[in-house]
C-alpha cells in the first residue's frame, strides 16, 4: 500500500553514483549538487537509483539517502536495455512505497531513457539536466527520449547553442554546474610549487598530449624546470608516459593517475595556473575549481557567458602557449567564485517544484 504524500519526494536518475561516501572521485559535481541540495532542503525526501555504476546491483545509504544501484556495468545492446528496464521497474517499486512527485535524471541519456518510461507509468514531472556531450548531434537518446523544451535543463548556455545547432530547438531551462565552496582547504596565499596544472580523463576528447606539448615549449620559454601535474586516469596513459619520455620530461611532468577528489583540490590550492586543453566541455566543474583554488585557467573553452580576467580563452595551441606565459607572469592568486552550487540548488528546485 503507497504510504501517505506528506512530505515532497523526488527521484534522481543517473548513469553512476559513488560505491560509498569516501568514492569521491565517480562524478564529483553530481555528489556536490545532491549534498548541497540535502542541506538546502532536509525535508525532501530523496531517492537515487544508479544505472551503471556501482557495478554490482545492491541497496545501500550515501549521506542518508537511499541508493539503488542495477549494476549496469555498462552493458551494450541487450544488455543495456535490461539496465534500462530494470531502473524503470525500480523507480515504479519506490513510488509504490511513497508517491514520486519529482522525477530529476543526470545526462540526456540512458537515465533519461529510465525516467520517460517511470513518468509514463506515473504522470509526474520529469526534468532532464544535461551535462556534457549529450548536447551533441550523435546523441541517439535524443529520439528515443523525444523530450520537450520544458523537460529540458541545459548546464550553460554554450551547451544550450550545441544542443539548439544539434536539434533544432533549445532547452527551456539553463542551470550552471557550481562550487561547494564547504569542501575547499583554507586558501593558500603563499608559494604554489606546481607551475601549471591539468585535471581531467586521459581521453582524446579531453586532448592530455596538448599539456605535454605544451609543457616542451614552456620548457623553452618559461624555465628549464617548469613543474607539471597531469591528473587523471584512462587509456591514454601509456602513449602519454611514451611522449614524456620521448621529450626528456620525466623531471617535469608527474603523472599522477587518479587521485581523491579532496587531493584534487589540495593540488589546485598548490597551483599557478589549470590548463584545459579539452575540445569540449558542457560547464566544466574543473575549471570552476580552479578559479575557487586562486589558479589563473587558460583553455579553448570559456567557463560559461560571464569574462573574468583570471580566464584567458584560446583558439589554438600557439595561443593557448602565449595565454599560459602570460598567466604564469601573474604572481597574485585570489578564490573567483564563477558559480555558486547553492544558487544552482535553488535554481533547479524551483523547476522541479514549481
Known amino acids: 500500500m503507497q504510504a501517505p504524500n506528506t512530505i515532497k519526494h523526488l527521484l534522481i536518475l543517473t548513469p553512476g553514483f559513488p560505491d560509498g ?18 542541506t538546502c532542503f532536509p525535508e525532501i525526501s530523496i531517492d537515487i537509483i544508479a544505472l551503471q555504476y556501482p557495478h554490482v546491483q545492491k541497496q545501500y545509504t550515501w549521506m542518508g539517502i537511499p541508493v539503488h544501484a542495477i549494476g549496469g556495468r555498462n552493458r551494450k545492446k541487450l544488455g543495456r536495455l535490461k539496465t534500462i528496464w530494470s531502473a524503470r521497474n525500480a523507480g515504479l517499486a519506490i513510488h509504490r512505497k511513497q508517491s514520486i512527485d519529482a522525477i530529476l535524471s543526470f545526462w540526456l541519456t540512458d537515465a533519461a531513457f529510465a525516467g520517460k518510461l517511470i513518468t509514463e507509468r506515473i504522470h509526474k514531472p520529469h526534468y532532464i539536466w544535461m551535462h556534457g556531450q549529450d548536447a551533441r548531434k550523435n546523441n541517439k537518446y535524443v529520439r528515443r527520449v523525444k523530450p520537450n523544451a520544458d523537460q529540458l535543463v541545459a548546464i550553460s548556455d554554450y551547451q544550450n547553442n550545441i544542443f539548439y545547432e544539434s536539434f533544432g530547438y533549445k532547452a527551456g531551462y539553463v542551470v550552471n554546474n557550481g562550487v561547494n565552496e564547504s569542501i575547499f582547504p583554507g586558501f593558500n596565499t603563499g608559494e604554489r610549487s606546481i607551475d601549471i596544472i591539468a585535471v581531467g580523463s586521459l581521453i582524446p576528447l579531453k586532448q592530455p598530449h596538448l599539456f605535454i606539448e ?67 566541455e558542457g560547464h566544466s566543474t574543473v575549471m570552476l575549481e580552479a578559479l575557487f583554488s586562486g589558479c589563473k585557467v587558460v583553455s579553448f573553452i570559456p567557463p560559461g557567458s560571464r569574462e573574468v580576467p583570471e580566464c584567458y580563452i584560446c583558439t589554438d595551441f600557439d595561443e593557448m602557449h602565449m595565454n599560459t606565459l602570460k598567466a604564469l607572469q601573474e604572481h597574485t592568486h585570489t578564490r573567483v567564485k564563477y558559480t555558486d552550487m547553492r544558487d544552482s540548488v535553488m535554481q533547479l528546485h524551483r523547476i522541479l517544484f514549481q
Open 21 to 38: 561516501e569516501e568514492d569521491t572521485t565517480c562524478l564529483p559535481a553530481v555528489q556536490q549538487f545532491i549534498a548541497v541540495y540535502k
Open 214 to 280: 605544451l609543457v616542451l615549449a614552456l620548457k623553452k620559454s618559461y624555465k628549464e624546470n617548469i613543474k607539471a601535474a597531469l591528473v587523471g586516469a584512462g587509456p591514454l596513459k601509456d602513449e602519454l608516459q611514451t611522449l614524456i619520455d620521448k621529450y626528456d620530461l620525466q623531471d617535469n611532468i608527474r603523472l599522477t593517475g587518479e587521485v581523491l577528489h579532496r587531493e584534487v583540490l589540495e593540488l589546485m590550492n598548490h597551483s599557478k595556473v589549470l590548463v584545459h586543453p579539452s575540445l569540449y
